[in-house]
């Protein structure tokens, strides 16, 4: 009894351990479009482009004090016997007398205690530099807002890339099974042919050979559904190790667009010379004087707990920087040059990008033409194998001829599963490199 309860626990396990891999072998179906926008929610790129846009924004926000006081509050004690600071703490206090006039008491006076609470603001008026300073600010904050989206641009590009790479291993998974039955076929009839003393050992032996080369690139692919599962997972910010089952590839249409000069990373590139621009008008206007308001008001009494004095300071301050050796004039030049240096950077950017539309476009009109070469070759080496295959059941071609004929249709159909995938790609690049910006 004891006996048959172990057995049936062992069983239980071996069921439930076989139920597990089943589950953990099995692929979760995942769209494109889900792909895509589980992609841009999650991917670590997209957070960190997001944050740029953030510091940037934050950075352009600092620049309201040009327009709003600032504030200070503070509170003094001191105790002093200081001729000086003895009578100028009554003053502050209001509680000079006639007898704080005796010399002897104003050359050698007892401590005084002096306790004063102070608030001060500085308003500004007119600070020209810092208004340009403050554009050359929007201006990158701009830059950072195109570059997010033109982040976001580049890791939609990257996953349809990845999904393309998994529906491309799937294809050659199916193309693979198919071979190793046509190739498992073939063994059976050459074992046959070889039992009846028809043909050679050795042609065997190229059938067995050919049947395990097989099944080792059937492993290959299946490893890399994997390997393109785990990349798809990194792009949403998802846990690796979960296979994904993927629609079919197939051929998909696309438009042909001209090349826009309102692509989002040639916006941000215009906004980083407006920013450069904008530094070089912010350092030139520091040459001019600036205006600002400022004022106190202040309590002083000999107690600490105690403010019977009352005073205030209000002003308006002009100042002007007439000579700071040569950093003014530096930095202008430095501002030209940056200015200068991203001019070219962005006329080199479109001229590159120009580059890579003509050279996409010439690359779509040599797939479209390898794939109608390849749809007539595949259809042929299928008739051809189907012949051979007929009469080598006859005894009339040889062992090799049928292997050669096979791994001939094979490569045929695996190479013309790689053109789709590459025609998808480059239709996917194409679409990349003519976004343009559609924000309002």
């Given at each position: ?304 707990t105690s403010f019977n004095s009352e005073s205030y300071l209000v002003g308006i301050q002009l100042s002007w920087s007439l000579f700071n050796g040569t950093q003014t004039k530096h ?110």
């Amino acid at each position: 009894m004891k006996r048959k309860r172990k057995m049936l626990i062992t069983l239980i396990g071996i069921c439930a351990s076989g139920v597990s891999v089943l589950a953990q072998n099995e692929a979760r179906f995942l769209s494109l479009q889900e792909a895509v926008s589980m992609a841009l929610k999650g991917n670590n790129q997209i957070a960190v482009s997001e944050l740029d846009e953030q510091i940037a924004s934050s950075d352009y926000r600092k620049m309201d004090a040009l327009f709003l006081p600032k504030v200070s509050a503070s509170y003094t004690a001191m105790q002093t016997n200081n001729p000086l600071n003895v009578f100028g703490a009554k003053l502050q206090q209001q509680s000079v007398t006639a007898a704080d006039f005796n010399p002897v008491l104003l050359n050698d006076p007892s401590a005084q205690n002096d306790f004063g609470a102070r608030i001060d603001m500085q308003m500004p008026l007119l600070n020209v530099d810092q208004l340009y300073a403050r554009k050359a600010l929007a201006a990158q904050k701009d830059a950072a807002k195109y570059g997010a989206v033109r982040t976001k641009e580049y890791i939609t590009f990257e996953m349809k890339k990845a999904y393309l790479q998994l529906q491309l291993a799937y294809q050659q998974k199916e193309l693979l099974e198919e071979a190793l039955q046509t190739a498992k076929t073939i063994y059976n009839s050459t074992e046959r042919f070889y039992d009846q003393g028809l043909i050679r050992k050795s042609d065997l032996l190229n059938a067995k050979v050919h049947v395990s080369s097989v099944e080792t690139e059937l492993e290959k692919a299946k490893s890399n559904i994997s390997n393109a599962s785990d990349y798809v997972s990194l792009l949403m910010a998802s846990s690796s190790g979960v296979n994904y089952a993927v629609e079919h590839l197939t051929l998909t249409s696309f438009d042909e667009k001209p090349l826009s000069t309102d692509r989002v990373d040639f916006l941000a590139m215009e906004k980083a010379v407006a920013a450069s621009d904008m530094m070089v008008k912010s350092a030139s206007f520091s040459l001019l004087p600036r205006l600002n308001a400022f004022g106190s008001y202040q309590w002083n009494d000999s107690k600490a707990t105690s403010f019977n004095s009352e005073s205030y300071l209000v002003g308006i301050q002009l100042s002007w920087s007439l000579f700071n050796g040569t950093q003014t004039k530096h930095t202008i030049r430095s501002h030209k040059l940056m200015s200068s240096r991203l001019k070219e950077q962005l006329s080199g950017q479109l001229s590159q990008a120009q580059l890579e539309w003509n050279k996409t476009k010439r690359d779509l009109e040599n797939l479209s033409f390898e794939l109608r070469q390849q749809a007539d070759i595949v259809q042929q080496a299928t008739e051809a194998l189907r012949i051979i295959q007929n009469r080598y059941e006859q005894g009339l071609e040889k062992t090799s001829d049928l292997l050669v004929a096979q791994m001939q249709l094979s490569e045929q159909q695996m190479s013309s599963a790689a053109t789709i995938f590459k025609q998808n790609l480059t239709v996917a690049y194409l679409e990349f490199i003519t976004s343009s910006n559609t924000s309002n």
